[in-house]
């Protein structure tokens, strides 16, 4: 991806946020320049990877498998002076985008339409060798209602309602082509990209980044180190 369409997109995310009247801390508003001068106090973003993150799945094709989301809040299951056990996230998703299939091995966590369009949920269960299970129903939790659905069956959230998701359940997210841009929070257990992913088909995490202008704000994966 290039640095202006990462840079258009976190704007773009900003206008949303306000849109809906969601306000941010202020390390989310850090500069660059900023960062360099931010000293140890900011290690916990630092170490646990808060901040601005713009994913095309390292598959080039941002507009049609891409996410923006801000990592809020998060402990670190590696490093025990971190005891949070819950992270929070709030996203950014287009019309025609897709968050690709997939589970965790691990964590649960509660995805909340905060408001915009529709999303297009569609779960499975995981089979012993973490495939598809086409044959067996789904579990669906939504809003504090139980109930059964058909493997792959199409489960709509409209803006307030949210979607249990626990571990083994893949699942897969689009914003329907005629809706808007969605605002998505999630709510969720300790939060471990690196290593409770399982992607259906293989993909990547951060995108390539082709430097054509300078960075709005930087990626939770681009802080420079604590000035002493």
Same mark, same amino acid.
């Given at each position: 991806?290039k640095?202006?369409?990462?840079n258009?997109i976190i704007?773009?995310?900003?206008?949303?946020?306000?849109?809906?009247?969601?306000?941010?801390p202020?390390?989310?508003?850090?500069? +660059?320049?900023?960062?360099?001068?931010?000293?140890?106090? @900011?290690?916990?973003i630092?170490d646990?990877?808060?901040?601005?993150?713009?994913?095309?799945?390292g598959?080039?094709?941002?507009?049609?498998?891409?996410l923006a989301?801000?990592?809020?809040?998060?402990?670190?299951?590696?490093?025990e002076?971190y005891?949070?056990?819950?992270?929070?996230k709030?996203?950014?998703?287009?019309?025609?985008?897709?968050?690709?299939?997939?589970?965790?091995?691990?964590k649960?966590?509660?995805?909340?339409?905060?408001?915009g369009?529709?999303?297009?949920f569609?779960?499975?269960?995981?089979?012993?060798?973490?495939?598809?299970?086409?044959?067996?129903d789904?579990?669906?939790?939504?809003?504090?209602?139980?109930?059964?659905?058909?493997?792959?069956e199409?489960?709509?959230?409209?803006?307030?309602?949210s979607?249990?998701? @626990?571990? @083994?359940? @893949?699942?897969?997210?689009i914003?329907?082509?005629?809706?808007?841009?969605?605002?998505i929070?999630?709510?969720?257990?300790?939060?471990d990209?690196?290593t409770?992913?399982?992607?259906l088909?293989?993909?990547?995490?951060f995108?390539?980044?082709?430097?054509d202008? +300078?960075?709005y704000?930087l990626?939770?994966n681009?802080?420079p180190?604590a000035?002493?």
């Open positions: 991806m640095r202006s369409e990462i258009a704007k773009r995310f900003e206008k949303l946020l306000e849109e809906h009247c969601f306000e941010l202020d390390f989310l508003k850090f500069t +660059p320049e900023e960062w360099k001068e931010k000293g140890h106090e @900011y290690d916990e630092r646990n990877m808060l901040g601005w993150d713009v994913t095309d799945y598959m080039g094709d941002y507009a049609h498998l891409g989301l801000i990592t809020l809040r998060n402990g670190n299951v590696h490093r002076e005891t949070k056990t819950y992270a929070e709030i996203m950014m998703c287009d019309p025609g985008q897709v968050s690709p299939m997939h589970f965790h091995w691990n649960m966590e509660d995805i909340i339409n905060r408001g369009g529709d999303i297009r569609t779960l499975y269960n995981a089979t012993r060798d973490e495939q598809l299970d086409k044959e067996n789904v579990l669906i939790c939504q809003d504090g209602r139980r109930y059964m659905a058909k493997p792959g199409p489960i709509i959230l409209k803006p307030g309602q979607l249990s998701l @626990y571990p @083994y359940y @893949y699942h897969e997210f914003i329907p082509e005629d809706s808007s841009s969605v605002l929070g999630e709510v969720s257990m300790c939060n990209d690196n409770d992913n399982r992607f088909n293989p993909l990547g995490r995108p390539v980044i082709e430097e202008e +300078p960075p704000r990626l939770c681009e802080y180190a000035k002493d």
